[in-house]
């Protein structure tokens, strides 16, 4: 198995046998080598950091359900990865489905509006995003960060394609307020 990470080789291979095997030390130890980088992403999908630790847990339950089902094709992160923002999505599926979606086919573009130059750090930018409605923040985060189109949004979320462009450019226009209110202060 070709695994990008920063081990040998040879433990990588024995990590994932031992992680096939229902190791609970080598579930661990993956569970650790991943751990920062994963929470990184459920973070931007949850609500609070408690909500991003049970979305992390759920994810990683599926990771060592389905570790078998893993193919050394693509890289071990980027699987897991992969794994953390279908949980995301289901779990906002489950718990936020409909909350402040509009569906229209028209969508005005609030990206060619001014441009906003933010001296804000990215933790601060970040916690901006946070701020954004379930529904906004998550096809803010699928569209803008995790590169989906929105199609496969439309498809994963069960909502209209006009509902995933109509809520990406309302988060966009809610950060473009929330970026200025921040300047001035």
């Not at 081990?7 to 991943?34: M, T, V």
């Not at 590169?147 to 979320?157: D, F, M, P, S, T």
Request: with cysteine; aromatic share 10%; hydrophobic share 35%.
């Amino acid at each position: 198995m070709n695994i990008v990470l920063k081990i040998p080789l040879e433990s990588a291979n024995e990590l994932l046998d031992g992680c096939c095997r229902g190791d609970r030390l080598y579930q661990k130890q993956l569970y650790e080598l991943f751990y920062g980088k994963m929470m990184s992403v459920c973070l931007r999908y949850a609500k609070d950091h408690e909500e991003a630790k049970d979305m992390l847990n759920e994810g990683f339950m599926k990771v060592f359900k389905n570790i078998q089902k893993y193919k050394a094709t693509h890289s071990l992160e980027s699987w897991i990865r992969r794994i953390m923002i279908n949980n995301a999505i289901d779990h906002y599926r489950k718990y936020k489905k409909h909350r402040n979606q509009i569906d229209i086919t028209e969508v005005y573009d609030y990206s060619n509006d001014e441009t906003i130059s933010s001296d804000l750090s990215v933790q601060e930018i970040m916690k901006l995003i946070q701020k954004l409605s379930p529904a906004y923040k998550t096809v803010f985060n699928l569209y803008v960060v995790d590169g989906y189109n929105h199609r496969e949004i439309a498809e994963k979320l069960g909502i209209s394609e006009g509902t995933s462009k109509s809520n990406l450019s309302k988060a966009r226009a809610k950060l473009q307020q929330m970026i200025k209110s921040a300047q001035i202060l």
